[in-house]
């Protein structure tokens, strides 16, 4: 599969959809160059703390609005852990 691919097709996905932002692209692509990092299988197992410093995201809150928002919108699957060691599941759908 090319690397780059997901990144395509999401950024055909969002052509039409006035619901994302910039903040949405900067941590899809963080998602992305993780999942990538870590050999491109799903899911990627990640801290948000993790994430959010290649999305150059500095609030837990925008972090989580975000995240949630890429799942209910179909982007992502987004499975959270709630637990302080153990890392969320981040499913990428494209």
Request: aromatic content about 12%; proline content about 4%.
């Amino acid at each position: 599969m090319e690397p780059l691919s997901p990144l395509c097709r999401f950024f055909s996905a969002i052509r039409k959809d006035g619901r994302i932002s910039i903040t949405h692209i900067g941590l899809f692509a963080a998602l992305l160059e993780s999942w990538l990092e870590n050999g491109a299988q799903n899911p990627l197992c990640a801290y948000s703390h993790e994430v959010m410093k290649i999305a150059k995201i500095s609030a837990q809150r925008t972090y989580h609005r975000c995240i949630r928002d890429l799942h209910d919108f179909g982007y992502v699957r987004y499975e959270p852990s709630f637990k302080r060691n153990v890392r969320s599941k981040v499913f990428l759908l494209l």
